[in-house]
């Protein structure tokens, strides 16, 4: 059973910083892409960032360029989303997911909730 776990979500003033983790089990993940999804309140979700799960090629949205990192310990079976200069309009529940292509993942962590105060 492939499980994505999420964690490290908060509370935190804008200009602070999160880092959020998400464990992965279940399956070898070669050939797939990590990726971070968000969705804020009377939103759709939309794409964060990206990393081949292989090569380490990222992907991020135009919004978190230059502010977010993703990364993965291959070791650890883990990705990570550092998140750096956040604004109040980066709040929202944040998902981790993995997939062959990203944009249609086969598989999503339960969320964990990023909060921006400004």
């Known amino acids: 059973q492939v499980q994505l776990v999420e964690s490290g979500g908060g509370l935190v003033q804008a200009g602070g910083s999160l880092r959020l983790s998400c464990a992965a089990s279940?399956?070898?993940?070669?050939?797939?892409?990590m990726g971070w999804f968000r969705q804020a309140p009377g939103k759709e979700r939309e794409f964060v960032a990206a990393?081949?799960?292989?090569?380490?090629?990222?992907g991020y949205a135009d919004s978190v360029k230059g502010r977010f990192t993703i990364s993965r310990d291959k070791a650890k079976n883990t990705v990570y989303l550092q998140m750096n200069s956040l604004k109040p309009e980066d709040t929202a529940v944040y998902f981790c997911?993995?997939?062959?292509?990203?944009?249609?993942?086969?598989?999503w962590g339960q969320g964990t909730q990023v909060t921006v105060s400004s």
């Open positions: 997911a993995a997939g062959v292509i990203i944009m249609s993942a086969d598989y």
């Open positions: 279940g399956r070898t993940f070669n050939g797939y892409t």
């Open positions: 990393i081949a799960w292989n090569g380490g090629s990222t």
